[in-house]
């Protein structure tokens, strides 16, 4: 009877933590053990467990653990957003051991683009080392500037009207009807979007390009560099065609690594 118990206990716990996943997107063990009020060592136990069988995985780039394709069924998207991190993390390996400068992959949540994936920690230039799991800024990020050129139109609309009532001073230069319009329009046409050292972080600048999943955006590459060691000119000149090439690369993967949809 104790370990019946003890085994529908554990059956709990880890769907719980399923559910946690999924709602987090990712998450590292201690985070899952905080805030689901479980031993860090049944938490490691448990993902190990549920790793084996296929409905977890975790980050190439670090620890953090996300449900898997196989449990798709937890929730509307993260099936496809798991598809993309696990596509996404050995290119994004690949691509900064050759070019040495630090990608993140970022998902929008709730106003927010969100680190799924990236290379800070492998970058022998990085200055930003924890950025696994950081919330970003929309409009201040070249990220959030690729999503909103490259999401659906109405979703932009929404999106943008969100931000204008939350009302964030730094935001408010960048929700002028004129600049949304015409800066967005920019980045969609030319297929990437900036972001320079005046706008976020005085020490760096940035480019993102968009990864698309079954004609919609499933999240943006971004390259982050030293402000003082290349110009916007440059880094678009040298990076901006590789970037395109490296999110043309994992769409193509992802398309042809796609769960089938049940019959």
Known sequence: MAEKQESVRALVRGLDILRYLNSRGSARPAEVAAALDIPRPTVYRLLQTMEEAGYVLFSASDSRA?????????????????LLCRTAA???IRFTDEHSWPLDLSVYADLRMVVEETTHWRSPVSIDHNMAGASLPMLRTSAGRAYLAFCDPKEREIILDLLRAENH??????????????????????????RGPQTLRAETSSLAV???????????LSLIWISSALSMADARDRFSGPLSALSQEISTEMAENRPESPR
């Open 66 to 82: 996300r449900v898997s394709p196989l449990a798709s069924g937890l929730g509307d998207n993260s099936s496809a957003r798991s």
């Open 90 to 92: 050995p290119k994004l």
């Open 169 to 194: 001073p730094k935001d408010r230069p960048f929700l002028e009807t004129v600049w949304a319009q015409t800066r967005l329009q920019q980045f969609h046409d030319q297929g990437h979007a900036t």
């Open 210 to 220: 968009p990864v698309m999943f079954q004609g919609q955006i499933a999240g943006c």
